[in-house]
């Protein structure tokens, strides 16, 4: 392997004697990709006179010693141009514009690269036409750059143990802040996973991403020579055993020297970068929703999204009652009671309701009925859904999906992959194909990010994969409210996510205090309720008790209606770990949802950018004291002038919008 990397690092300077160049530019004609094909492959991309990456090279290392990319011959090159209008499922928008210009590379050896450009990014992959299946050893997905920009580094969650570190960090919830720094600086040992954004030059920034992540492990990076980021795959796995948490995972013992084994012929994951000229452009992007496979289900009529209460993050904190509160019958009834009552959609069973430590979905705790409490739920128009660890569902998984459906369960909550491997990857396509089977949606947890399973199994509502609100339960240094003015800008470039917001304890920067049990949020009140807005999650938690939200009953109100799914959605303002400000419609009516970091703002919300001229709003906005008690709110009805709307918004503060109702 050295050889060969000393080989790519040596011919890069000599392959231009030797090259054939091609080019593919964006519709608007702003991005340019230029392919060297050489002793090597390499690629470099322009946004008008701003270099995005300098040549980086791409090759794929075959288990027989034959190097994709590496001395290859030109077949045939094609070009194609699509302009076509996808129809999205359960998504942010009902259509997704799908405008790219294509170049594919037909090589001697029966493999080719394709190579797409769009107006907001570029993306790659590897194709191959082989007769038997192959091993990959090593994909090479570098990306180089001319300087040393600033970058949002998520590294991975894991602590070096005995052994070799890399592939112990492999092992992870792909749960993390993320690390501001200099490409220069980065931690030469710790890996980060994506979606990874770089700084560059002219206000530009891109984000690295993946998508159509099948059959094959997903891409970490580190850092690598000079300005260069190193595409890292988890390994495949040799041996595993039962463990982790609960007894509930597969934890691998030992690893092969491969990444994957796979059919000859098939096509790879894209490799791609969002590229923006304004921030607000990468909170819009629809590019791994575009580039994953279309879906697979052919029937949605029975996939309902909605919102759920929930269990776990409240600790089953009620009161008022004459019953001991936990995990019970008489508990979760009180739930579906308030789900009912209010017009939610589902109540989740959350860890505890099968016996602990047993990874046996068919062994339930003996203070729980599930048929009794399916037969309730069903009398109030509420569904259940269940929590299950992923070596639990996976060992019987056909049974479990049968027996639960057949019950009239709705939908597991899977979580505890903590992997992203090409059998844990496996999984994933595995349960949302048998879970779609049997009339049941999925709710990833402790998952790597999205990379377009929701569009191919519209069946897979949601994904974890951030650092989300459960996070106040425990983490006394939490900055949460930052880190949520950088979510739309990097981890919602993937796709949809579970961040579990609703909280109704909220604390300003200096009241707030991990409590595992009775846990509060950073920011205001309205911070909680925009995230409703600003957050893409087609099954959306309700993480706080029933009581407390019997007690804010105008908030339940605004949750209970706000959509979960949208018609169209438009990215108003924002800058980077500062604010956001999104737009979302469903039907006549527009949601405008606004959250700022510990900084209060004057915002001026211009409606003229979602096409609307109206004469008068509705607000949820922070109150006039929110700085100094965070639950400080108001909710006010204002006439509109100019077609312009001004908000003042507190520390860690939010608003919500709604014109049109």
Known sequence: MKRILFFIAFVIGISGIYAQNYE??????????????????????????????????????????????????????????????????????????????????????????????????????????????????????????DDDYTAYIPYVNARKGDGDFLTQQFFT??????????????????????????????GKKAVIVESDLEDYPGTFFRKGNGYSLEAVQSTYPKVEEQGGHNMLQMVVKEREDFVAKVNGTRDFPWRAMVI??????????????????????????????????????NNWNIWGVDFKAGINNDTYKYYIDFASKNGIEYVILDEGWAVNKQADLFQVVPEIDLEELVAYANERNVGLVLWA??????????HVCKHY?????????????????????????RMAAMAAKYHLFVDFHGAYKPTGLSRTYPNVLNFE?????????????????????????????????DYTQGAMDNATKYHFRAIYTNPMSQGTRCHQLAEYVIFESP??????????????QECVDFISKVPTVWDETVAIDGKLGEYAVIARRSGDTWYIGAITNWKERSLEIDLNKIGVNASKYKAYIDGINANRYAEDYKITEKEIKDNKVVIEIKSGGGAVIIVGL
């Open 24 to 145: 593919v530019k964006s519709p608007d004609g702003k991005i340019c990709m230029t392919i060297n094909v050489g002793d090597i492959v390499t690629y470099k991309v322009m946004h008008e006179n701003t270099l995005i990456i300098k040549e980086s090279p791409i090759s794929m290392e075959l288990g027989d010693g034959n190097v994709l990319g590496l001395s290859g011959s030109v077949k045939n090159v094609k070009n194609n141009s699509v302009n076509e209008i996808l129809k999205a499922d359960f998504y942010k928008k009902k259509e997704v514009v799908n405008n790219y210009n294509e170049l594919i590379i037909n090589f001697k050896g029966n493999y080719r690269l394709i190579f797409r450009a769009f107006d907001d990014g570029v993306a790659y992959r590897f194709s191959t036409s082989l007769k038997k299946p192959i091993i990959v050893k090593k994909e090479n997905a570098n990306y180089c750059f």
């Open 405 to 429: 459906s057949e019950m009239g369960i709705k939908g597991f909550k899977v979580d505890f992959m903590d992997r992203d491997d090409q059998k844990v990857v496996d999984f994933y396509y």
């Open 173 to 202: 919830s792909f749960e993390s802040q993320y690390t501001i720094d200099s490409i220069s600086k980065m931690d030469n040992e710790r890996i980060a996973f994506t979606p990874l954004l770089i700084c560059l030059k002219d």
């Open 389 to 398: 660890g992923y070596y639990a569902i996976d060992r019987d998984m056909e």
């Open 465 to 497: 994969g951030v650092y989300g609100l459960e996070q106040s339960k425990w983490d006394d240094d939490l900055n949460q409210v930052n880190y949520e003015c950088m979510i739309p800008y990097i981890r919602m470039v993937a796709g949809n996510l």
């Open 276 to 313: 923006s000229e304004d921030d607000t452009e990468l909170m819009n992007s629809d590019m791994v929703y575009k580039l994953a496979s279309p879906s697979r289900v052919a029937d949605v009529s029975w996939i309902k999204p909605g919102k759920v209460a929930w269990d776990w993050w």
């Open 539 to 552: 099954f959306n938690m309700l993480c706080d008790s029933p009581t407390k939200y019997m007690q804010n």
